[in-house]
């Protein structure tokens, strides 16, 4: 992944002006040589005034030298710059992964594996390739950091440590959403240490602000190929918050929209703000519907129809369900041929399995979407799916299924990893592809914009 400038690059375009110019010949100055040679008698000389010619040197001597025909040269064509070099195709990948989840025995994994400090890399290394390799990626931080002064908890009310975002970012992760039923676990003061905790290693983050003004900032991802220089756009929402309050005054604190009744208006206005901002291509981040269901419910399903219909969003990103669920083309989209859906990442990193669960919650997937932005402005994306899953009885290491399909991992047989990978198949369905090697960067860079950069400043 490309090292991140500390500010966005100018948009530029760069030309190569070349100029030729070549000397054009008298015309005239060639006919009066003609004329020399026709009044001249042999000599080698002409007439006075007129002046000297050489004879070619395969002449034959004595003979009578004939009068030479001359013609103008072709005048060369009127001097013109080249046209600048046209605009390039910009082509990036982008990869997308389930919920971060940190139940209690996670947190107790990262502190016995970083003896007594937390940290999550070893955890998360088994799928780093995944990540890191791709030119952008973008997870799904389901809990709040837990404010300063206080300590780290798991379910029911959720607060990670820190930590676990500088982890994020040493992954390879170039931002998260975050609206999610969870987002106010930790009240304001939860809210506000988890975007403080982006800012510090300066990860993007969607879905949560700490004033109006940033709420009205929306996250945006340059991606840069040659001279060219396009905006990703993220926006994310959540169906509620477990029944918790905005704070006092602060409806802008959480982007929530109502899913029960698949009133999609604050997803639209939302990619709607991002369109108007200039961004090229726009991802949904929707926190949704009914939990431990591999099928969507009727109101998810709605929810990404009316999203598709409109036209303003290019790939749609689904959480909260904790089991994968399908990856679909639906009808729609930007350019009307279509808007892939993925309804439900499943998890990424937690605590879920059958002793709490369903069997779904071990394992998810990645997404990895291959996207092209052509010089006029469309898009094209293209899907892919990796089954992961975490093994809960050894300290919560994740891994890529398909790297264990036959050797098992330290706690999960072979039999065990071809049982996930079947269920995270199963639920995909067929109309994306399986992707067996990590992604690879194809931009010349991408980086993250801080939302703090971009709010619009008020009136003091």
């Known amino acids: 992944m490309a090292a991140m400038p500390s500010r966005a690059p100018a948009h530029a375009s760069a030309y190569r002006p070349v100029a030729r110019f070549a000397g054009i010949a008298a015309a005239a100055a060639i006919a009066a040589v003609a004329a020399a040679w026709a009044l001249g008698a042999g000599g080698g000389e002409g007439a006075e005034g007129a002046p000297?010619?050489?004879t070619s040197a395969s002449?034959?001597?004595?003979?009578?030298?004939?009068?030479?025909?001359?013609?103008?040269?072709?005048?060369?064509?009127?001097?013109?710059?080249?046209?600048?070099?046209?605009?390039?195709?910009?082509?990036?990948?982008?990869?997308?992964?389930?919920?971060v989840l940190t139940h209690g025995p996670v947190l107790n994994s990262a502190l016995r594996v970083g003896d007594g400090e937390y940290d999550f890399a070893p955890l998360m290394a088994g799928v780093r390739d995944y990540v890191e390799g791709?030119?952008?990626?973008?997870?799904?931080?389901?809990?709040?950091?837990?404010?300063?002064?206080?300590?780290?908890?798991?379910?029911?009310?959720?607060?990670?440590?820190?930590?676990?975002?500088?982890a994020l970012d040493d992954e390879g992760w170039d931002g998260c959403s975050t609206a999610s039923n969870h987002s106010m676990d930790?009240?304001?003061?939860?809210?506000?240490?988890?975007?403080?905790?982006?800012?510090?290693?300066?990860?993007g983050h969607s879905g949560m602000a700490r004033s109006e003004q940033e709420s009205l900032a929306t996250q945006t991802y340059s991606v840069r190929q040659g001279n060219r220089t396009i905006e990703v756009a993220s926006i994310s929402l959540t169906y509620g918050l477990n029944g918790l309050p905005k704070p006092d005054g602060m409806p802008w604190a959480v982007d929530t929209f109502d899913a029960d009744a698949a009133d999609v208006q604050p997803i639209l206005d939302a990619a709607q703000r991002a369109r108007d901002?200039?961004?090229?291509?726009?991802?949904?981040?929707?926190?949704?519907?009914?939990?431990?269901r591999v099928a969507p419910s009727d109101a998810?399903?709605?929810?990404?129809?009316?999203?598709?219909?409109?036209?303003?969003?290019?790939?749609?990103?689904?959480?909260?369900a904790h089991v994968p669920q399908p990856i679909e083309r639906v009808?729609?989209?930007?350019?009307?041929?279509?808007?892939?859906?993925?309804?439900?990442?499943?998890?990424?990193?937690?605590?879920?399995?059958?002793?709490?669960?369903?069997?779904?919650?071990?394992?998810?997937?990645?997404?990895?979407?291959?996207?092209?932005?052509?010089?006029?402005?469309?898009?094209?994306?293209?899907?892919?799916?990796?089954?992961?899953?975490?093994?809960?009885?050894?300290?919560?290491?994740?891994?890529?299924?398909?790297?264990?399909?036959?050797?098992?991992?330290?706690?999960?047989?072979?039999?065990?990893?071809?049982?996930?990978?079947?269920?995270?198949?199963?639920?995909?369905?067929?109309?994306?592809?399986?992707?067996?090697?990590?992604?690879?960067?194809?931009?010349?860079?991408?980086?993250?914009?801080?939302?703090?950069?971009?709010?619009?400043?008020?009136d003091g």
Request: net charge negative; with cysteine; glycine share 8%.
């Open 52 to 54: 000297a010619v050489a």
């Open 59 to 99: 002449a034959t001597p004595g003979a009578s030298a004939p009068a030479p025909t001359a013609s103008a040269p072709e005048p060369s064509s009127a001097p013109t710059a080249t046209e600048p070099d046209p605009d390039p195709d910009v082509v990036f990948t982008l990869v997308t992964g389930g919920d």
């Open 134 to 166: 791709a030119d952008l990626a973008v997870c799904h931080l389901e809990v709040p950091v837990a404010p300063a002064g206080t300590q780290p908890s798991g379910y029911p009310v959720f607060g990670a440590p820190a930590a676990l975002v500088q």
């Open 186 to 203: 930790r009240r304001y003061a939860g809210l506000e240490a988890t975007l403080d905790a982006f800012d510090e290693v300066r990860l």
């Open 277 to 292: 901002e200039g961004a090229d291509v726009v991802v949904a981040s929707v926190h949704c519907c009914v939990e431990y």
């Open 300 to 320: 998810q399903r709605s929810i990404v129809e009316q999203i598709g219909a409109s036209g303003l969003v290019d790939l749609y990103i689904g959480h909260h």
């Open 331 to 458: 009808s729609g989209g930007v350019n009307g041929d279509g808007m892939w859906a993925a309804y439900g990442h499943g998890n990424f990193l937690s605590n879920q399995d059958t002793q709490c669960c369903v069997a779904a919650t071990n394992a998810g997937y990645i997404l990895t979407s291959t996207i092209t932005v052509d010089p006029e402005g469309a898009v094209d994306v293209g899907v892919e799916w990796t089954a992961v899953t975490v093994d809960r009885l050894d300290s919560h290491t994740m891994h890529v299924l398909r790297d264990i399909l036959d050797t098992g991992s330290a706690r999960i047989s072979a039999a065990e990893a071809q049982a996930r990978w079947q269920r995270v198949a199963d639920a995909v369905g067929d109309e994306a592809p399986e992707r067996t090697t990590p992604p690879e960067a194809l931009a010349d860079a991408a980086y993250a914009s801080l939302r703090w950069w971009q709010a619009p400043q008020g």
